[in-house]
């Protein structure tokens, strides 16, 4: 299969199954797939990450140490909205990896409370910072209070109600700890 001919169409859902399902056969061509995301143009980029948040969905596993770093590395410098929404989704369905970049957790408070990024980067990047508290309790601490000291009607409703949940989540795992 042509990869680059099939996503330089719009694809529909049933296509972006197909294409899934063909990556998770053959972990090559997925490694070649994956690349795509950050060398083709952004039409193509953005096929890419989004059937890559398919995979990352059904089978994590297929996403190596040095994919995670390289989305890592990708979000904080990516510009396009949509194609860094895509990129979280997928780095929110993986499992943490040691060490946790500074960077990149600095970066995701920053998407979070800025009122100018889509609201679907800020409750991503809250969700992921919620993860990492999940594995770092030390974070704990600075999340809770950055969610509850932010001026939340500037926000969506959306954002309001995952900040509510990811609050009500924190101060459960306090009292665990």
Same mark, same amino acid.
């Given at each position: 299969?042509?990869?680059?001919?099939?996503?330089?169409?719009? #694809?529909? +859902?049933?296509?972006v199954h197909l294409v899934r399902d063909e990556l998770r056969q053959n972990k090559e061509h997925f490694a070649d797939f994956f690349q795509l995301i950050f060398q083709g143009p952004y039409k193509i980029a953005w096929q890419a990450a989004w059937i890559c948040e398919k995979v990352s969905e059904v089978d994590p596993s297929m996403f190596t140490d040095e994919d995670y770093r390289q989305l890592i590395d990708f979000t904080l410098t990516n510009k396009e909205d949509s194609l860094q929404r895509l990129c979280l989704s997928? #780095?929110?369905? #993986?499992?943490?990896r040691k060490p946790l970049s500074v960077?990149?957790?600095?970066n995701c408070f920053e998407q979070m409370i800025s009122p100018k990024k889509p609201v679907g980067v800020q409750v991503l990047? +809250?969700?992921i910072l919620h993860k990492i508290c999940l594995v770092e309790p030390g974070?704990?601490?600075?999340? #809770?209070?950055s969610l509850e000291n932010l001026d939340y009607f500037n926000y969506s409703a959306g954002f309001v109600a995952?900040?509510?949940?990811?609050?009500?989540?924190?101060?459960?795992? +306090?009292?665990?700890?």
């Open positions: 299969m042509n990869f680059n001919e099939v996503i330089a169409h719009r #694809l529909t +859902m049933k296509e997928v #780095l929110f369905n #993986l499992p943490f960077e990149f957790i600095n990047s +809250m969700k974070f704990t601490d600075e999340l #809770l209070l995952a900040r509510n949940q990811v609050i009500k989540s924190l101060i459960k795992s +306090m009292i665990r700890y």
